[in-house]
């Protein structure tokens, strides 16, 4: 199988999001002196006029721009943090994977970022654009042994500070230098990466590192009122539950990492899997569409069908088959199916690989579809 990319092929722009989880002491029902461990996940609506996913509740987060990987950074981050890894921890060796993306252009400047630092400012930035919260640390701190982390207490005149850097994504550095802080880049924990499934000639393609930053307590949230029109607090269960009854709009990569954080049962649970899974770096999921019959399947690395093949990168598989049928033909399943807008079957059998987790398999009831 040939997993590089071809002449003409769709070109590709590198995101970032990072999923902020906070812990939530709300008194239990049965025992109010003690609350419970729980956690809540950020999401926010994107405004119904947006291009790209309208409508959608997501992660905070956006396109990367070139100021987030500008050597510009280098002053501030300094004299504490320094290249190549500015208190990162050593350099994860990962193997090539599929596919065999382009690697992001330096432009030019050899004193340029690394992708893992660039891919961190670029979520800080566009969290503080769409939701008004900083993650920032005071320059002078050190990064100190793993602990929960706090978002910065919001500075005077944060509107104007959001419409410049909404503006000119280089302001986000003069905010930083204004305030003598760094983007608190340490706290934000390899999760995943996703990579847009071909849909249509053309079509907007990204390829998100997913980012995940454990909370110690929920943050004030200002939407910005013009990319995001509200947001809400959820736990995996509450969000799951609200897309089922259409409450909300989730896309297949947002749902599948709800599910999957679904597995821990407190934020200490999540935040300690995070550091003991850190030197393994985050697993990247490039979903091949398979249109069937009744439905729409999107297959995940590991799943019997799924074909490291360049030319699905640019093409859909599909079958005159029905879902149903498909299903009772395999046994090797890391895949969605999607029945419709607000109906996803998750079918997952394969063990992860090293010491990532894949969400439990969760099928919907037959009255929903």
């Not at 400047?109 to 893992?116: E, G, Q, S, T």
Request: glycine share 6%.
């Amino acid at each position: 199988m040939n997993g590089s990319l071809r002449p003409h092929a769709s070109s590709w722009r590198r995101a970032a999001t990072v999923v902020l989880a906070a812990g939530w002491a709300r008194p239990s029902p049965a025992v109010p002196s003690l609350p419970p461990e729980g956690f809540r996940l950020l999401l926010l609506q994107r405004s119904g006029s947006q291009g790209f996913m309208p409508g959608a509740h997501v992660f905070p987060g956006g396109v990367q721009d070139t100021a987030d990987r500008s050597a510009d950074w280098l002053r501030l981050f300094a004299p504490h943090h320094r290249p190549p890894r500015f208190g990162l921890g050593p350099a994860r060796s990962r193997p090539a994977s599929f596919p065999g993306l382009p690697a992001a252009a330096a432009d030019g400047d050899a004193a340029a970022l690394p992708d893992d630092v660039a891919s961190r400012i670029c979520a800080i930035r566009e969290t503080f654009e769409e939701a008004g919260v900083l993650l920032l640390r005071p320059r002078a701190a050190l990064p100190a042994a793993p602990e929960l982390a706090r978002a910065l207490a919001l500075p005077p005149g944060l509107d104007a500070w959001r419409d410049r850097v909404r503006r000119d994504p280089r302001h986000f550095l003069s905010l930083c230098a204004h305030l003598d802080c760094t983007p608190d880049i340490w706290a934000l924990q390899d999760w995943a990466g996703w990579l847009t499934p071909f849909s249509r000639p053309g079509g907007r393609r990204f390829d998100t590192a997913f980012f995940l930053c454990c909370l110690s307590e929920p943050p004030p949230v200002y939407p910005d009122l013009t990319e995001v029109v509200s947001c809400q607090w959820s736990s995996p269960s509450e969000a799951t539950e609200s897309f089922i009854s259409k409450e909300i709009w989730l896309a297949p990569p947002q749902f599948y990492e709800i599910r999957r954080l679904g597995n821990f049962s407190s934020l200490s649970d999540l935040h300690k899997f995070c550091l003991d899974g850190a030197s393994e770096g985050m697993e990247r999921m490039l979903p091949i569409t398979f249109v069937t019959a009744d439905a729409m399947l999107q297959l995940l690395p590991g799943d019997e069908l799924y074909l490291e093949d360049s030319e699905f990168l640019e093409t859909v598989m599909s079958s005159g088959k029905k879902t149903e049928e498909i299903m009772k033909e395999g046994k090797t399943f890391h895949r969605l199916v999607l029945h419709s807008r607000h109906v996803y079957n998750l079918h997952v059998t394969i063990q992860s690989k090293y010491k990532h987790v894949y969400p439990k398999t969760y099928v919907i009831s037959k009255s929903h579809l």
